[in-house]
C-alpha cells in the first residue's frame, strides 16, 4: 500500500498565507452540510408519517398475491441453486445542488423492465426485497439501488442475466422508458382511509418538499463556498509536477 501525498506539490507560503481563510471557510462548508442533513432529516419526518398513514389503508393481502404472482413469473422453472447469487449494493440517484439527480435510463436497459407505482408505505420494496432473494437462492447476480433519502429501502433491481429489471417510479424518480409490466400498489388503498387523513397527508408532502427544496438550497450555498475554498489552493498547486507524478505512477503501474 502506497499513499501519494498531492500536498508535496502545493506552495507552502502562498497555503499558509491564507490559513485562516481556509480554516473558516471549511468550518463554513461543514456546518452548511450539516443544517441540509438537518433539514432532510426533519422532511423526513413528515415523508415516514405519510408511510403510516398509506400503511394503514393498504391492503397488503392483495399485494402478496401481486408480488408472489410476479415472482413466479420472473424465475418460472428455474431451480434453486446451491451457490447463492452474488449482490451488489449501489445508490442511482442523490440529492444534489441541482436536486434530486438520477441516472436510471443509463442503467435500466433489459429487455425486460417491471416498472411498480406505489405511494410511500404501500410496500414496494417488499416486492423488490422477494424478488432479490428469489434470485439469490437461484444463484443470479443482482445489482441493488437505494433511495438517497433512506439508504436502507431498495428502489430498484437489475439481474442481468435474466435481463430483468425492476424499478420504483414515484414522484421523486422514473425511468424514461415504457416498461413491459406495470403495477401500481396504489390501487390496493382504501380510499376511505385517504380521505379521512387527507388534510394530514397534504400537510406532510408539502412540508417534505419544503424542507427539502430548503436542503437543495444549503447544499447549493456549500458548493459556492467550497468553490472558494479551491480558489485558495488552486493558483498554489504546480500541476506540472503532479502531471510528472501522475506519468511515473501509470508507468509502474503498466
Known amino acids: 500500500m502506497e499513499i501519494i501525498n498531492l500536498g508535496q506539490f502545493w506552495n507552502d507560503d502562498g497555503i499558509i498565507k491564507n490559513r485562516d ?6 468550518k463554513e462548508i461543514s456546518g452548511l452540510f450539516q443544517r441540509a442533513y438537518r433539514y432532510i432529516q426533519a422532511g423526513y419526518s413528515l415523508y415516514r408519517d405519510n408511510e403510516v398513514i398509506y400503511s394503514q389503508a393498504m391492503d397488503h393481502g392483495k399485494a402478496n398475491v401481486a408480488i408472489s404472482d410476479l415472482t413466479d413469473s420472473i424465475f418460472s422453472g428455474i431451480d434453486v441453486s446451491e451457490t447463492e447469487g452474488r449482490q451488489r449494493h449501489l445508490f442511482a440517484s442523490a440529492v444534489t445542488p441541482e436536486g434530486l439527480v438520477n441516472y436510471l435510463s443509463s442503467l435500466v ?16 420494496e417488499r416486492l423488490l426485497e422477494r424478488v432479490r432473494t428469489s434470485a439469490c437462492e437461484r444463484g443470479f447476480y443482482t445489482e441493488s439501488y437505494y433511495c438517497a433519502l433512506n439508504p436502507h429501502k431498495l428502489e430498484h433491481l437489475i439481474i442481468p442475466e435474466l435481463d430483468v429489471s425492476i424499478t420504483t417510479s414515484n414522484e421523486a424518480h422514473h425511468v424514461d422508458i415504457n416498461p413491459t409490466v406495470k403495477i401500481n400498489f396504489n390501487n390496493f388503498l382504501d380510499d376511505s382511509i385517504i380521505r379521512k387523513y387527507s388534510e394530514e397527508i397534504v400537510f406532510n408532502q408539502n412540508g417534505f418538499e419544503m424542507l427539502l427544496d430548503r436542503a437543495i438550497e444549503t447544499i447549493k450555498q456549500a458548493r459556492k463556498k467550497h468553490d472558494e475554498l ?25
Open 230 to 254: 479551491e480558489s485558495f489552493y488552486i493558483p498554489n498547486m504546480n500541476f506540472e509536477d503532479i502531471q510528472k507524478c501522475q506519468e511515473e505512477l501509470l508507468k509502474r503501474l503498466m
Open 21 to 26: 481563510r481556509i480554516l473558516e471557510t471549511n
Open 109 to 124: 436497459t433489459t429487455r425486460d423492465i417491471i416498472a411498480v407505482e406505489g405511494k410511500p408505505g404501500t410496500g414496494t
